[in-house]
């Protein structure tokens, strides 16, 4: 067995860094340290592994073939130690420290409250941490960034355990001082001569913008307040949940422009690879058992 003795923990989430955030100069700032230094480390590993990681031709560093295999197991073994700290603090309080929850945009927040008051008073020691997202709650739980997930999942990779709890109804709508506010039923061709409002994802590795009927003619926000505030000045057109637009309706302030609605699935979500520890069993045992099914 070969035993690499400079390697480094450090060196490792480095690298990862690097790919992540795709330069040595975005990664040197994630990380509060001197481009030459991330540079340095970078180099040593290198020289410690015996083969390139990094192809340094272009303009931005890629990874060379060696490199790619090798992250994919860098990138295991970060995981694998950041699970051993948490098994440690958990172990060391009975409970975890913190529970990341990534609430999507399109979550009724009153279905996250009564959650919430119960959680503070049984674990009143443990911190909560809310993580907005749009489109890409399931990428924070791949990219741990998030313990749970509430939201339209799509676990295209397999990886998430999810429940599907209730529908969201995606209503078109406008100002009803807006242009195809006064067309009967407008047409896509209609449509696409107006700024369509959409939501895009949060995540910066991610390109998922949903429901797009022009994609020159957009103008992209990244919460729900934002939409609607832009949908109520007709600044255009835009899909929005019905539980969050029923006031705007009643004083058509919004008005609905006949389209079908798009009918979403909320659903709550783990990683597979990764248990809960009381804190998270207590917010999935919540709206999986009934609890947040009540909510919409």
């Not at 609905?256 to 999935?284: M, V």
Request: aromatic letters at 8%.
């Amino acid at each position: 067995m070969i035993y690499f003795s400079g390697m480094t923990l450090d060196q490792l989430q480095v690298l990862k860094t690097i790919v992540t955030s795709g330069s040595f100069r975005a990664a040197s700032q994630e990380l509060h340290r001197a481009q030459s230094a991330v540079s340095y480390s970078m180099r040593t590993l290198e020289d410690e592994l015996g083969f390139k990681l990094f192809s340094r031709d272009q303009y931005r560093p890629t990874l060379t073939p060696q490199g790619r295999a090798f992250l994919k197991k860098a990138n295991d073994l970060i995981f694998q130690f950041d699970e051993l700290g948490e098994t440690a603090e958990f172990l060391k309080r009975g409970h975890e420290p913190i529970i990341r929850l990534a609430v999507s945009a399109l979550w009724p927040l009153p279905n996250l409250v009564g959650a919430l008051k119960e959680f503070s008073s049984r674990f009143p020691q443990t911190e909560i941490k809310i993580i907005h997202d749009v489109l890409s709650t399931d990428e924070q739980l791949l990219e741990d960034h998030a313990d749970i997930s509430l939201g339209t999942i799509f676990n295209e990779k397999g990886l998430l355990i999810t429940e599907e709890l209730f529908t969201v109804d995606m209503v078109m709508v406008c100002s009803a001082k807006h242009p195809l506010a006064k067309l009967k039923k407008p047409t896509t061709e209609d449509l696409k001569k107006y700024p369509q409002i959409v939501l895009s994802s949060t995540v910066k590795s991610s390109d998922r913008s949903g429901g797009i009927v022009n994609q020159s003619n957009t103008i992209s926000v990244q919460d729900l307040q934002t939409k609607k505030v832009f949908l109520e000045g007709g600044l255009g057109y835009g899909r929005m949940p019905d539980f969050a637009i029923k006031e705007e309706i009643k004083k058509k302030s919004l008005v609905t422009l006949g389209q079908k609605p798009i009918t979403l699935h909320a659903s709550i979500a783990r990683h597979s690879a990764k248990e809960l520890g009381p804190c998270g069993k207590f917010i999935w045992d919540y709206f999986s058992r009934g609890q947040g099914k009540k909510l919409k």
